[in-house]
């Protein structure tokens, strides 16, 4: 049985909780934050503490806190002989100041409050060295079916692109809403559609699920919806996606 | 019982008459179309014409041509007594050439072969007359547990924020696709984040749901992504939609 510490009480740092816990291969043996209130919801299932030099042994240590605290936290737990782990896309292996390091980074978006399949979240992970590399394993193999051994310059790619996909994905969202409020529509009528959108990837490549005017070069089009928006952002996001799109689909046109 | 004819065996012709073949409130009568290689698939289950001067009696015509052939294909049913709609999200109710228009728009994305559940579609329909928009309404309520009545100009703008939420956002899951093939990771790693990203606005606004390095103001990470991309569309896509999630945060910073 592995035993892990979890280090930062937000929003990951809850989902892997309750995914570890639920697991038979490991156990969270404490959860050591700096935020009191946040910590109680954890204080009923197991140990916690607000002492980041009170940290207790264990094979290994998630560090859960926001990208730019990795390094200070993680030199309260330098001297432990277990693995220290950071889960961020962004951050190096390197940025961890301990022996035995490793990245523990599940490739999804996490919200508060909603609880999601772990079997089937990529876990990308690294470790400094081929054993510390199994242990990481080990704790991933029980959590999810998807895991994947990553390196942190193919992590960082991965990440990136994941900014696509997931935050600027969601701004288009944010677009569609924005005109379906500016013109007395509701929002939910865009939603099958949505999620229709993203389903069709999951078989069919994006290059071929492509459609719309400037798939089609469709100047008529194009130039009849620049006409209905008035926001600049909006006109700007239009042609540029029209652009590129356009310029993807150039040779075929 | 409601009898329909569709004219065009494209993509939308097939759905529309598998859905309708499914009601009990509503058959097709006939589905006519240029291409006979296409029209072979409907003639075991109904009558099929390639003679647009041969269509038979029907309550309602569905249009499912492309966009531009509209007009040209209602100027051959301009003396029936059903009602002629189209099924375009950006064609005005006035482009159909008949006495009795009306506009009968699945907003939805469809692939050939992958059956959706159209009773989640959302239908919006519009008639130009009372009498028209009820039969409309019928034949529709048959087929979605989500009918709408919606103006050609609503509609269009309709359909200008489906170009942001489903042509857009498929270009950006192409990005995803060219920066993990370039970099030796599988696409299929981002799969699980872009359909929780779609997930996600199911139950919660895009605003509220909005993650990641612009809307957080964090330069550091989007410079660091900046000098991964090669890419000048990438690049140009990257800087635009981090300014608008920027802009669009702004006060909040
Ligand atoms: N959220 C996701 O979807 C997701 C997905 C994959 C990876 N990750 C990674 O998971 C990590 C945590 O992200 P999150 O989304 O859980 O963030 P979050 O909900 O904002 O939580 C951040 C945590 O870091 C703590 N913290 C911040 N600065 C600290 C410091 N100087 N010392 C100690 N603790 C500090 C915060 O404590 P306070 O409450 O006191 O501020 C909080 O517990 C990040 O590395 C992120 O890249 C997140
Ligand atoms: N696909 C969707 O997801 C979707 C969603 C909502 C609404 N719509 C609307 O549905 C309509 C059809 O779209 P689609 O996706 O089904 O397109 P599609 O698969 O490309 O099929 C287009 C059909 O139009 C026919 N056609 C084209 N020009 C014609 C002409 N001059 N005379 C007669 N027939 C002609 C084509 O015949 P050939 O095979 O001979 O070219 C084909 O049957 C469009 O108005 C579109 O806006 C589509």
């Known amino acids: 049985m592995l035993s892990v510490v979890i280090l930062g009480t937000g929003n990951l740092a809850k989902h892997l909780f309750t995914a570890i816990t639920e ?6 043996v404490q959860v050591v934050g700096r935020n009191r209130d946040r910590l109680k919801w954890f204080s009923e299932k197991t140990a916690i503490s607000n002492d980041f030099s009170s940290v207790v042994e264990a094979d290994v240590y998630l560090i859960a806190v926001k990208d730019d605290a990795i390094t200070e936290v993680s030199q309260a737990l330098s001297h432990k002989e277990g693995v220290v782990a950071h889960t961020s896309g962004a951050v190096s292996l390197t940025a961890i100041a301990a022996e035995r390091k490793g990245v523990f980074y599940p490739l999804q978006t996490f919200t508060e409050g909603k ?20 242990v990481l394993q080990k704790l ?10 990553i390196d942190s310059d193919q992590r960082k790619k991965l990440h990136l692109a994941a900014v696509f ?6 701004h288009l969202f944010g677009v569609g ?5 500016e013109n007395q529509l509701s929002f939910d009528l865009l939603k099958p559609l949505i999620k229709e959108t993203a389903e ?9 699920a492509q459609t719309g005017p400037a798939r089609r070069g469709d100047q008529k089009s194009m130039q ?4 209905l928006l008035k926001n600049k952002n909006q006109i700007a996001l239009y042609t540029l996606c029209s652009e590129a799109i356009e310029n993807a689909y150039e040779k075929e046109l």
């Open 140 to 149: 991933a193999n029980g959590l999810s079916d998807n895991v994947q051994q």
């Open 165 to 170: 996909v997931n935050n600027f994905t969601n």
């Open 115 to 134: 609880k999601l399949d772990f079997k089937s979240i990529p876990l990308c992970i690294e470790g400094s060295s081929p054993e510390d590399t199994l």
């Open 177 to 181: 809403e924005e005109i379906c409020l």
């Open 23 to 28: 697991t038979d291969g490991a156990q969270v």
């Open 200 to 208: 069709k990837v999951q078989s069919m490549s994006p290059k071929m």
């Open 224 to 227: 009849e919806h620049l006409k």
